[in-house]
C-alpha cells in the first residue's frame, strides 16, 4: 500500500518568510510524528499527534514553529519568519497507533533558507 | 532524557565481509530499539528491531543483539553487498507511541 508522503519535497525560501510542510500519514495510522534532520543535529523530535489527544509538542525549538492535524489525518508543520538555521530536512512518520512500536517515515522535505 | 551514542561514524568493509556498528543509550525505561537505513534523497526506512524481552533477533543477513544490563545494542550485517552502502541509524523509545531518541548514524560503504 502507499507509505507516508511529504510535500514539497523541496523548499527553498527567504529568510523571514513562513513555510507549511504537509504529511500524508499511511491510511489507519493513528500517529503522527514530526522529526527534523540536520547536518549538526542529527535526526530530532519535534512532535507527536495521537488520535484525539492533545499533541507532545516537547521538541518544537522554539514558538515560531507550530503543527496540527486535521480529521485525525494530514498534518501540517508550519514555521513562521523562517531562520537559516531552520534549513533541514523535515521528516514525518505515521505508527499505527497505542500500543504500536514501529513507526514509518516519508520522503522528508528538503527546507533551504536564503 | 534519553541519548543514544552510535560508533563508529563511518564504516568501510569489503563486500562479503561482515559489519557492525553499536549503539548504547542512557535510559534504562527505553524498552524498543529499531535500526532504520536511510539511502541518498530518501527518508529512514525500518528493517529490523527489538524489544528489550528478547536478546537477539534475525532477519536474513542482518541481526541484532540487545545486552539490557550494559545498555547496548548491535546490528550486525553478513555478507554485505555493495546495495548495503547507506547511512544506518539506530534509535531508542520508552514505550510504545514514544517518540525515538536517534544515534548520530553510521555511514556504510560496502566496496565491490
Known amino acids: 500500500g502507499a507509505g507516508v508522503s511529504q510535500s514539497p519535497s523541496n523548499k527553498v525560501t527567504e529568510k523571514g518568510k513562513d513555510v507549511e510542510l504537509r504529511c500524508d500519514p499511511i491510511?489507519?495510522?493513528?500517529?503522527l510524528y514530526w522529526y527534523r534532520q540536520s547536518l549538526g543535529q542529527g535526526l530530532e523530535f519535534l512532535i507527536y499527534f495521537q488520535g484525539n489527544s492533545a499533541p507532545d509538542k516537547s521538541g518544537l525549538p522554539s514558538d515560531r514553529f507550530s503543527a496540527e492535524r486535521t480529521g485525525g489525518s494530514v498534518s501540517t508543520l508550519t514555521i513562521q519568519r523562517t531562520q537559516q538555521e531552520d534549513s533541514a530536512v523535515y521528516l514525518c512518520?505515521?505508527?499505527?497507533?497505542?500500543?504500536?512500536?514501529?513507526?514509518?517515515f516519508g520522503p522528508g522535505t528538503r527546507l533551504t533558507v536564503t | 532524557g534519553e541519548n543514544v551514542e552510535q560508533h563508529p561514524s563511518t564504516l568501510s568493509v569489503q563486500e562479503g565481509d561482515s559489519a557492525v556498528i553499536k549503539c548504547t543509550y542512557s535510559?534504562?525505561?527505553?524498552?524498543?530499539f529499531p535500526w532504520y537505513k536511510q539511502e541518498l534523497g530518501k527518508g529512514p526506512q525500518l528493517i529490523i528491531d527489538i524489544r528489550s524481552n528478547v536478546g537477539e533477533k534475525k532477519d536474513q543477513r542482518i541481526a541484532v543483539t540487545l545486552n539490557k544490563t550494559a545498555k547496548h545494542f548491535s546490528l550486525h550485517i553478513t555478507e554485505t553487498q555493495p546495495e548495503d552502502s547507506a547511512v544506518y541509524f539506530c534509535?531508542?523509545?520508552?514505550?510504545?507511541?514514544?517518540?525515538?531518541?536517534f544515534g548520530g548514524g553510521t555511514r556504510v560503504l560496502v566496496k565491490p
Open positions: 512518520a505515521s505508527s499505527l497507533g497505542v500500543g504500536s512500536y514501529e513507526q514509518y
Open positions: 534509535a531508542a523509545s520508552a514505550a510504545a507511541g514514544n517518540k525515538l531518541t
Open positions: 491510511s489507519g495510522h493513528t500517529a
Open positions: 535510559d534504562s525505561a527505553s524498552n524498543y
